[in-house]
């Protein structure tokens, strides 16, 4: 039987579309999903270290990694208790990770990985305000709210991609969509509030003051109004549905009315205090370093602006403060990371090798001490201890475009070929033809008389 084209992919969309509808395992409500279990854990497995990598480390103090971990694993145990028996919520091993940079935030990616940043739990003040603002995105992932979102734009764009299938005869591949929609998603108005309303209920029953979300949101308004209007990252992924305070006074005043005199539920400043010693110490060192990555900027655009002299001397204003940021955390790699870059930027590269040994004595496993080593190691010309750091760094975030090419320039200059032309075109592939980076990886592999990467 012969179908008309228009006729087929509206069959097939309906299908998927049909196929696509499942139930929110915290409300039961129907929902449209085109994501299984097993795909959306995958998905967000997948993506974890290159978001640490893009978020600067994990902080490098394990007790405060413990801390947030037992407080958000409390918050998932109670949390479990709401979901809809006809979920069948898989029982997974949710994961919470500090990340090691300034931006105030915290989120979740699909599958039960939870990330909150040094720069938010430094603006909290208790554990109250901790699990509410763990139970918002415990929420999210209970909720399947990521591969919703995911799940709509799919829709939306299937009869395009649909159409494209039937004219190639490969079908359509979209390179590198699941990453990108994972870093830009956010959210919309109910999503949200659901989350804000089980995060309360999801931090009181793991034995928290209800009102600690409620804290969290008043924190990030006072944050707000403090920069003049610009608001923190939180909520660029977590758009404001409006008087958020509002809403959950309400729910705290109509679901616990007696909480404050309540012995169920703690706040736990003196805890909190205690276990932020670390990073409350370290932060000092964190703002020099902040100054010196806007500075490193601003060379930076002096560089791309021509001014070589005036990017030379951003430069050395930002080592001079990385320097100290250094000097007063010297346990911290990261810190050193940012020493060896200033310098990498200055030519002065047996001072960068020094820096970068630095921070892979204290951290040797981490992606950016072992990528910007290899690209030191690059313009010292030690190929081999270029590849052993770059091959580190991608086994942590595999799709590097920057760390795949110098990969391969590294086999190049050994005339190991087969090395060479297989990192070259993976680079070109990671960005996607486009760049200077695949101009140059394409060049290198039509000069090698490899096929040319942009042809047919």
């Not at 028996?85 to 990985?113: C, K, R």
């Not at 370093?289 to 990017?311: C, K, L, P, V, Y």
């Not at 100290?324 to 870059?341: D, F, K, P």
Request: charged content about 20%.
């Amino acid at each position: 039987m012969n179908i008309a084209r228009p006729a087929l992919l509206i069959l097939i969309a309906c299908t998927a579309l049909l196929a696509a509808c499942q139930v929110d395992p915290l409300t039961g409500k129907n929902t449209i999903n085109l994501y299984s279990y097993e795909d959306e854990k995958a998905m967000g497995d997948e993506n974890v270290q290159p978001i640490i990598a893009e978020l600067g480390g994990l902080y490098p103090d394990m007790q405060t990694q413990q801390y947030v971990d037992g407080i958000g694993q409390a918050v998932v145990k109670a949390g479990r208790t709401r979901l809809k028996e006809e979920a069948e919520f898989p029982d997974w091993d949710f994961q919470f990770y500090v990340v090691n940079t300034s931006m105030i935030n915290a989120f979740a990616l699909p599958g039960g990985h939870v990330f909150v940043t040094r720069g938010i739990l430094n603006q909290i003040d208790d554990e109250a305000e901790l699990a509410g603002l763990l139970g918002h995105e415990v929420t999210h992932v209970f909720a399947r709210h990521g591969v919703e979102r995911m799940s709509e734009q799919t829709l939306m764009l299937l009869p395009l991609a649909l159409l494209s299938a039937f004219e190639e005869t490969q079908g359509v591949a979209v390179v590198g969509i699941v990453a990108v929609q994972l870093l830009s998603m956010s959210y919309g108005r109910a999503d949200e509030e659901e989350s804000d309303h089980f995060g309360m209920r999801f931090a009181a029953r793991a034995g928290y003051h209800p009102a600690g979300v409620i804290g969290v949101m008043q924190m990030l308004k006072e944050v707000t109004d403090a920069a003049g209007g610009g608001p923190p990252e939180f909520l660029s992924t977590h758009p404001d549905p409006g008087n958020r305070v509002k809403y959950l006074t309400e729910q705290l005043n109509k679901e616990y009315p007696n909480a404050d005199n309540d012995g169920r539920y703690a706040r736990n400043g003196g805890q909190f205090t205690t276990a932020m010693v670390d990073m409350r110490a370290a932060q000092p060192a964190y703002d020099l370093a902040d100054q010196g990555d806007a500075i490193m900027s601003a060379g930076f655009e002096a560089h791309n602006g021509g001014d070589a002299a005036g990017a030379e001397a951003k430069y050395r204003e930002a080592l001079d403060l990385y320097r100290r940021a250094a000097a007063m955390q010297a346990g911290h790699s990261i810190l050193h990371v940012n020493v060896a870059q200033a310098q990498f930027y200055l030519g002065d590269y047996a001072s960068a090798e020094t820096a970068a040994r630095r921070a892979l004595d204290l951290d040797g496993s981490a992606f950016w001490p072992n990528f910007m080593g290899g690209l030191i190691a690059i313009k010292n010309e030690q190929n081999g201890v270029a590849q052993a750091r770059l091959q580190n760094a991608l086994k942590l975030v595999p799709g590097s475009p920057v760390g795949l090419y110098y990969l391969a320039v590294s086999y190049d200059r050994e005339d190991d070929r087969a090395n060479a032309v297989l990192n070259y075109r993976k680079t070109y592939d990671a960005m996607q033809g486009e760049g200077d980076l695949a101009a140059n990886a394409r060049t290198r592999l039509i000069e090698l008389g490899e096929p040319d990467p942009a042809g047919p």
